[in-house]
Nanobody
């Protein structure tokens, strides 16, 4: 069993930055690939960024490439999402999700655990 707790969301102006954190407890965090998904009002949850089990490979949705950076510190059982140059369309609830797979996929059905989410709101 894995528990994931996200934090770091908030209200920011267009062009601003936020850093999300995801703290894991339970099974060994280093055994799982990790990803961030987001869900905006009246939209489906979508893949944002993923990082492999080792941390050596990262993957991004085209909409955030060059602006967001995913990372992890397995010793601290924590994953991060650094978000720069934020836009109003980034407004959503952001979820941290983990999978026993080595490489993170872009489909949510591939993930085993997720947290309660953290709200990110970008004002124009």
């Amino acid at each position: 069993q894995v528990q994931l707790v996200e934090s770091g969301g908030g209200l920011v102006q267009t062009g601003g930055s936020l850093r999300l954190s995801c703290v894991a407890s339970g099974r060994t965090f280093s055994s799982d690939a990790m990803a961030w998904f987001r869900q905006a009002p009246r939209k489906e949850r979508e893949f944002v960024a993923g990082i492999s089990r080792s941390g050596g490979s990262t993957y991004y949705a085209d909409s955030v490439k060059g602006r967001f950076t995913i990372s992890r510190d397995s010793a601290k059982k924590t994953g991060y999402l650094q978000m720069n140059s934020l836009k109003p369309e980034d407004t959503a609830i952001y979820y941290c999700e983990t999978t026993i797979r080595v490489i993170p996929g872009t489909d949510e059905y591939q993930y085993d655990y997720w947290g309660q989410g953290t709200q990110v709101t970008v004002s124009s």
